[in-house]
């Protein structure tokens, strides 16, 4: 029993620290990828044991990384049920959404809307397979780097931002507790968070045997523009 | 084949939307790389009269290049908008050959190493078993030879490491040039090859330093000769291996890229097959260390990871030891006994004889369960005449003595229940009060 609890102790701990790892490297990618931000603040470096791309801009990686601890919370208590980058025009009217689904310990999925593609991934996961949820994030993360050959070309002056799906009530109780002082979560306008017309292309999708609880399954979205 | 695999091409290429390197479709149609580049070649030919979907392409570009009025050796990947620019620029044009296929517009090499990294890993024994480099002397080691290896590789290293790094020269010569800026989506492939051969170089001064870096390691380990300690050794000298750099991972890519300009370099070929040698040894080396410790060493960061944040578990699991203990000593009374003995010794001898006549008579009524014992008690405290109850109360501060003694001479016909029950009242006293308040 008690190595039981313990793993379970430990499953969300570690699922949490693996997702949240692997959505600040996809968050940086996308960025890059998307030209929101231009490329010239990025840098390559290795993760996965393959170079990405990441930014070196202070502010920019401050609010990408505080964005993520206060989304860790909520993953490990598996009340995050996706999390959304969106890129947005200059009116804020969104563009394109990178969706990743989060569904531990079953499902996991990460998607992006603009114009909607579909990723998907699923692992499962026991800790000899480790390397094979690298595997699947490498795959994931190679994925994003080649997603401009089914997304069309954003607008110029896009900005993004990060938004979260919760469950049920926890909500409120993020409102209540700040991780991060002075770093608050904000219910999304609906502008942000509808799209018109949007068209779903699935991208990717794979499974494994890594944690056996967790599947991950992500999919972009993609609406044709205008 | 003919058209065939067109259809594979076009299916990785628009339906997977995947980035098709001759490398990798030389792995996977199991092909040699030479013929994948053909494929390549047949397919974007055909794509660009169809001229349907736009496909992009990027083609490797090697040869003389004149950069700062340094002459080099330069092995670059470039875009297919760039590859006329760059040929213009190199002198004598070595070899120009496809390298990937893909739908979308590159931004930079990056995805192009990915591409190839997971298909590598996945036939990293035979990686280049396709390949058009071959030398028939570099023989992949046995385990035995191996760990002979392992042991000699410590007095070994630096020497055959810096060999090879003149050997690649040329393409540590290419490395330089991208290290100053370029311009635009050139300068990014142009770095692409910069990256691989800094790569390359970086990986044999990497090697270098990891020799350096595993030798102390491993040093240690090999002063304790015995075969325990050679099993942790084997974990901790890979694990700093691993963890510091890419030293691991390279390997593979190592292998790779050294030989990748030496197909187009025939000059080069001459020293390639000495590289070839080191480097398939090495690499069988790691590789094997790899394949195996990859995953030991993944459990084992799982293994360290568990007990950290879980302090309370540790308490847990060395509670549950102890009670096992109890238990276990409970039926084997002898480690109890002792001081029961002495006890019996200091107390009255009589009243042991007393307890045993009324032991007897009693046990044979009751025979199972914790209520003989209780009377047993009253029997040691002279109370067989009273109440039960009142006796097994007074009996608390007495019975411990008493209770082993018991349990000495009724092991034999009573039932382990019994005798562990004893075990944990010899335990603690105050719970054998609690104990019997229950029954």
């Known amino acids: 029993m008690t190595t039981l609890t313990r793993q379970d102790l430990n499953f969300g701990q570690v699922v949490a620290d693996i997702l949240c790892e692997f959505l600040e490297v996809a968050i940086h990618l996308i960025l890059y990828v998307r030209e929101v931000y231009p490329s010239g603040i990025f840098q390559k470096r290795k993760k996965y044991n393959v170079p990405v791309q990441m930014s070196c801009h202070p502010e920019l990686n401050q609010y990408i990384q505080d964005t993520l601890h206060c989304m860790k919370p909520l993953i490990e208590k598996n009340d995050a049920e996706k999390v959304v980058v969106v890129i947005m025009d200059k009116e804020h009217r969104p563009v394109e959404r990178f969706v990743f689904e989060i569904s531990q310990p079953t499902l996991l999925s990460i998607r992006c809307v603009h114009v909607d593609v579909c990723f998907c991934f699923c692992c499962c996961s026991s800790d000899s397979l480790l390397s094979h949820v690298e595997q699947l994030l490498r795959a994931f993360i190679l994925k994003i780097s080649v997603c401009d050959a089914v997304l069309n070309n954003n607008p110029p002056g896009c900005s993004f931002s990060v938004l979260v799906h919760t469950r049920e009530a926890a909500t409120r109780s993020m409102e209540k507790v700040q991780v991060i002082k002075d770093f608050p979560w904000i219910v999304a306008d609906e502008q942000e968070v509808h799209m018109k017309e949007p068209r779903l292309i699935p991208l990717k999708t794979m499974t494994s045997d890594i944690v056996k609880v967790r599947k991950l399954l992500a999919a972009e979205r993609l609406h044709d523009v205008i | ?335 109890e006994i002792p001081p029961v003995t002495r006890s019996q010794c200091g107390n009255i001898e009589g009243k042991v004889r007393k307890r045993r006549r009324v032991l007897k008579s009693r046990a044979f009524i009751d025979d199972e369960g914790c209520i003989v014992t209780v009377k047993d008690y009253e029997s040691e405290s002279y109370s067989e005449t009273e109440d039960d109850v009142q006796a097994t109360r007074q009996a608390g501060k007495d019975p411990v003595p008493a209770k082993p003694a018991v349990s000495n001479k009724q092991e034999d016909k009573k039932g382990h229940k019994k005798s562990s029950a004893n075990a944990n009242k010899g335990a603690k006293q105050a719970s054998i009060m609690g104990f019997f308040h229950k029954k």
């Open chain 2, 1 to 335: 084949m003919d058209d065939l695999y067109l259809d594979n091409i076009d299916e990785f290429v628009n339906d997977h939307n995947k980035i098709v390197t001759y490398k990798w479709l030389s792995l996977t149609l199991g092909v040699h790389v030479n013929t994948a580049k053909q494929m390549l070649y047949h397919y974007l030919d055909h794509k660009r009269k169809e001229s349907s979907a736009q496909v992009h392409a990027t083609y490797l570009v090697s040869g003389k290049f004149v950069d700062n009025g340094q002459t080099g050796h330069r092995v670059s990947v470039v875009r297919e908008d760039q590859l006329e620019d760059v040929k213009s620029r190199m002198s004598p044009i070595v070899s120009v050959h496809i390298y990937s296929v893909q739908k979308a517009l590159l931004k930079d090499s990056g995805p192009l190493y990915s591409v190839d990294y997971d298909a590598v890993k996945d036939n990293l024994q035979n990686c280049s078993r396709y390949g058009a480099v071959r030398c028939s002397s570099a023989v992949p080691m046995s385990s035995l030879e191996l760990q002979q290896a392992r042991g000699a590789r410590q007095a070994l290293p630096p020497e055959p490491e810096q060999k090879k790094s003149s050997a690649n020269t040329d393409t540590n010569v290419v490395s330089k040039p991208p290290s100053k800026p370029q311009k635009g989506i050139m300068g990014m492939f142009a770095s692409k090859a910069a990256p691989k051969a800094q790569e390359s170089s970086r990986d044999n001064k990497s090697e270098q330093e990891e020799a350096a870096r595993v030798d102390p390691v491993q040093s240690k380990p090999a002063r304790k000769p015995n075969p325990g300690a050679n099993f942790f050794r084997v974990q901790t000298s890979k694990k700093p291996a691993e963890e510091k750099t890419s030293s691991s991972p390279p390997p593979a890519e190592q292998n790779l890229l050294p030989s990748k300009p030496q197909t187009k370099q025939e000059a080069a070929a001459v020293e390639a097959p000495k590289d070839a040698k080191r480097e398939s040894r090495s690499k069988t080396k790691r590789v094997e260390s790899d394949s195996e410790e990859d995953k030991t060493e993944k459990k084992k960061r799982r293994r360290i990871k568990k007990p950290d944040p879980d302090s309370s578990d540790e308490d847990v699991i060395p509670d549950s030891p102890p009670r096992m203990e109890t238990r276990r000593l409970s039926p084997s009374p002898e480690k």
